[in-house]
């Protein structure tokens, strides 16, 4: 049962370090492509709104287009379903961009706010540093350095073969 349990720990370990390191990749580039948006008045006023609003507003700011794209993945799943992959992967990563893009925004807006509930304080800084652990963990790996070994001479090569 312990050998089971190690089997399960890693599995899981490995899948959410994937999905960390996706959010980790595309949080800050994805929240800065939507923070040029605030250029336009329309939206910069959005924005303001969005900063002004209570703790309570805050979450549901942040938690509501969070929710939205539960329908969009099922739908991906659906199309898996049938036979139309790609299809379906289109729809998934489109999802997942948008929706990565939209969340790291709404948090840079809502954080302020969120930091005033005290289950957020309390949990918040709990969560970033177990995610900062498991970050630091998979960067160690083997696997990790590895494939910032073959990025470095993809790169390398790249400049080479541009002249």
Known sequence: MNTL???????FFILFAAVLLFEEWGWEPLARIFARLARLPLWAWIERRIRALSP???????GVPMLTLFPVKLLALYLFGRGQTTLGLVLLIGAKLGGTAVLARLFQLTQPALMQLAWFARWYPRWKTWKDAILVEVHN?????AAQDLK??????????RG
């Open 141 to 145: 790996s083997a696997v990790w350095r």
């Open 56 to 62: 309570t507003g805050a979450v549901l700011a942040f």
């Open 5 to 11: 349990r190690k089997i399960f720990r890693r599995v």
């Open 152 to 161: 470095r001479r993809a790169k390398a090569w790249w400049a080479e073969w």
